[in-house]
């Protein structure tokens, strides 16, 4: 069985400031992590994806999120926020033999 | 290259009514999803399809049926819309079930009166 879980369903940044947003997946075998991005009325869009050939992970528009096995953490980060970064933010955990999981999401608000 | 298209955009109805969404894909993808979105409870499997003349039911198929039409297209029907059904509707496509990137299409808000 696979989970996962994004601590904090709101947070709120200044533009400029470290954008920091937590994900901890439970898995019994190497999971698939993702991160995906959903602008208002829009679908969800991938931003980076960890597939276990490198533990940090780079995505678009400047995000990255590093795979910690011990702490079980997918956490996303950007060192500096743009007002074009609100939007909603999902985790995703998939591992061979079982569907894709994805967390209740995390909404990003970067304030001027 | 259009992606995942979902129709209508938008959709009211009334209890009882019953109502098909459409989805299709260009991407050649052999998995297709059919998800809902809530407030506060992020994105929920209604049913999916992990390949061409298969489907299988997710976490919330009550009240849902659907068809995968063929390679491309994959339906959701509601047969007796509820108000409980009031949300908005996400088609994805992979190229397979398992670990793989899903590529959403851009939604249809339905409001059941």
């Known amino acids: ?112 | 290259n259009a992606g995942v298209t979902q129709t209508p955009k938008f959709q009211v109805l009334k209890t009882g009514q019953s109502m098909t969404l459409q989805c299709a894909q260009d991407m050649n993808h052999n998995s297709m999803y059919w998800y809902r979105q809530d407030p506060g409870m992020g994105l929920r499997l209604i049913y999916y399809s992990a390949s061409e003349g298969t489907t299988d039911k997710g976490e919330v198929p009550n009240g849902y049926n659907v068809s995968r039409l063929n390679k491309r297209e994959f339906s959701l029907r509601l047969e007796s819309a509820a108000p409980s059904q009031t949300s908005v509707y996400f088609c994805a496509s992979s190229v397979g079930r398992d670990q793989e990137t899903q590529y959403f299409g851009p939604g249809t808000r339905l409001l059941v009166l």
């Not at chain 1, 901890?24 to 992590?33: A, D, H, I, K």
């Not at chain 1, 995000?63 to 956490?75: G, V, Y």
């Open chain 1, 1 to 112: 069985a696979q989970s996962v879980t994004q601590l904090g369903s709101h947070v709120s940044v200044s533009e400029g400031a470290l954008v920091l947003l937590r994900c901890n997946y439970s898995s019994s075998v190497p999971p698939y992590l993702f991160w995906y991005v959903q602008y208002p009325n829009q679908g969800l869009q991938l931003l980076l994806k960890y597939t276990s050939a490198a533990t940090l992970v780079k995505g678009i528009n400047g995000f990255e999120a590093e795979f910690k096995k011990s702490e079980t953490s997918f956490h996303l980060t950007k060192p500096s926020a743009h007002m074009s970064d609100a939007a909603e933010y999902f985790c995703a955990v998939s591992t061979r033999g079982f569907k894709t999981i994805f967390g209740a999401g995390t909404r990003l608000f970067v304030k001027a």
